[in-house]
């Protein structure tokens, strides 16, 4: 059955699945001719960065993190779908063996029926496990060591009321785990998007534009410099995918966004420039025109007032 304004599939054992939403996910394994065109785009963009990457004489790697439709198909119970065109099993084979090209949907198909869930079951995103397993796929890639301890960092519980979850109306709540990562890393330096949202406690509500650098003076973590173009599944805040690689790397910039700024990219000049997206956000062909310097001051000035005004108001109306 769906349910909801987004189109929230239930499957087997309270298993939700988003097959609608903006990015129409569904519409991700219907095929056609536009479909192949929109794939063959980001075929040729993906060859397209990487000869660029290397003739600055940096290494590129594109992951894409797979929709749980591609994963899961086992758990959604009679949707009319089907999980052979999933964008990302062809992206691997229009991309295969091309080394600017990491396929995720095999290891985590592969892992998918182990004792812990790689996906949440009342949400989009991966767990902790799922992304911990894409971290050292891409660490094996990238050649890196990841810390002996990594998969052991402590972890905080939590009883949460998640995306999908809040779109029916039973509001299922799911066991939530998340890493306390961040031991060696620390971060250095916040763009002033994400400074404004912070300061004012609404750090949840900034997506595109959030950026931040951190830093590792370990001597076990890898000297190279990384550069990640990413989503909330990698994540400014340390919990995710960019906690991780802060924690392996010496350096590590975080930038929201599935384009890229390629001045940005010369003037820090990493060894390593890593972009990772969700399936869903495929349907969309970046232009690779995104400013990090614009997109970290738009909203700091006039947005920056309104923020607070309705602060105020909110604790006006609550009798503060």
Same mark, same amino acid.
């Not at 410099?225 to 989503?231: K, S, T, Y």
């Given at each position: !059955?769906?349910?909801?304004?987004?189109?929230?599939?239930?499957?087997?054992?309270?298993?939700?699945?988003?097959?609608?939403?903006?990015?129409?996910?569904?519409?991700?394994?219907?095929?056609?001719?536009?479909?192949?065109?929109?794939?063959?785009?980001?075929?040729?963009?993906?060859?397209?960065?990487?000869?660029?990457?290397?003739?600055?004489?940096?290494?590129?790697?594109?992951?894409?993190?797979?929709?749980?439709?591609?994963?899961?198909?086992?758990?959604?119970?009679?949707?009319?779908?089907?999980?052979?065109?999933?964008?990302?099993?062809?992206?691997?084979?229009?991309?295969?063996?091309?080394?600017?090209?990491?396929?995720?949907?095999?290891?985590?198909?592969?892992?998918?029926?182990?004792?812990?869930?790689?996906?949440?079951?009342?949400?989009?995103?991966?767990?902790?496990?799922?992304?911990?397993?894409?971290?050292?796929?891409? !660490?094996?890639?990238?050649?890196?060591?990841?810390?002996?301890?990594?998969?052991?960092?402590?972890?905080?519980?939590?009883?949460?009321?998640?995306?999908?979850?809040?779109?029916?109306?039973?509001?299922?709540?799911?066991?939530?785990?998340?890493?306390?990562?961040?031991?060696?890393?620390?971060?250095?330096?916040?763009?002033?998007?994400?400074?404004?949202?912070?300061?004012?406690?609404?750090?949840?509500?900034?997506?595109?534009?959030?950026?931040?650098?951190?830093?590792?003076?370990?001597?076990?973590?890898?000297?190279?410099?990384?550069?990640?173009?990413?989503?909330?599944?990698?994540?400014?805040?340390?919990?995710?995918?960019?906690?991780?690689?802060?924690?392996?790397?010496?350096?590590?910039?975080?930038?929201?966004?599935?384009?890229?700024?390629?001045?940005?990219?010369?003037?820090?000049?990493?060894?390593?420039?890593?972009?990772?997206?969700?399936?869903?956000?495929?349907?969309?062909?970046?232009?690779?025109?995104?400013?990090?310097?614009?997109?970290?001051?738009?909203?700091?000035?006039?947005?920056?007032?309104?923020?607070?005004?309705?602060?105020?108001?909110?604790?006006?109306?609550?009798?503060?």
């Amino acid at each position: !059955m769906s349910a909801g304004r987004e189109s929230v599939h239930v499957g087997r054992d309270g298993w939700l699945f988003l097959i609608g939403g903006t990015n129409r996910v569904l519409d991700r394994y219907r095929g056609g001719l536009r479909h192949w065109l929109l794939l063959r785009g980001w075929a040729r963009l993906i060859r397209a960065r990487a000869r660029r990457a290397e003739r600055l004489g940096i290494r590129c790697l594109h992951v894409i993190v797979p929709e749980k439709l591609s994963v899961y198909d086992d758990r959604t119970d009679g949707l009319r779908y089907d999980p052979a065109k999933a964008s990302t099993r062809r992206l691997a084979r229009l991309l295969a063996r091309h080394p600017a090209y990491l396929d995720l949907l095999a290891p985590l198909r592969a892992a998918r029926s182990g004792a812990v869930p790689l996906y949440l079951r009342t949400d989009t995103h991966w767990t902790l496990q799922g992304c911990l397993l894409a971290y050292r796929e891409i !660490m094996r890639v990238l050649g890196a060591i990841p810390p002996a301890d990594i998969g052991a960092r402590p972890q905080i519980v939590s009883d949460e009321l998640m995306d999908l979850g809040e779109k029916l109306r039973e509001r299922p709540r799911e066991r939530i785990e998340r890493f306390m990562l961040q031991r060696d890393s620390r971060r250095v330096e916040t763009g002033p998007l994400l400074a404004t949202y912070e300061a004012e406690g609404r750090d949840r509500e900034v997506h595109v534009g959030a950026h931040v650098v951190y830093r590792n003076d370990t001597p076990t973590a890898d000297p190279r410099r990384l550069v990640l173009f990413g989503d909330s599944c990698a994540h400014f805040d340390p919990f995710m995918l960019t906690g991780l690689l802060a924690e392996s790397f010496s350096e590590v910039h975080f930038v929201w966004s599935s384009g890229l700024d390629w001045p940005y990219i010369e003037r820090v000049r990493p060894d390593i420039l890593l972009f990772e997206v969700a399936e869903r956000f495929l349907a969309r062909l970046p232009k690779d025109d995104f400013d990090v310097t614009v997109a970290g001051q738009r909203g700091t000035g006039g947005r920056l007032a309104q923020i607070r005004q309705g602060g105020l108001e909110a604790r006006s109306a609550a009798g503060q």
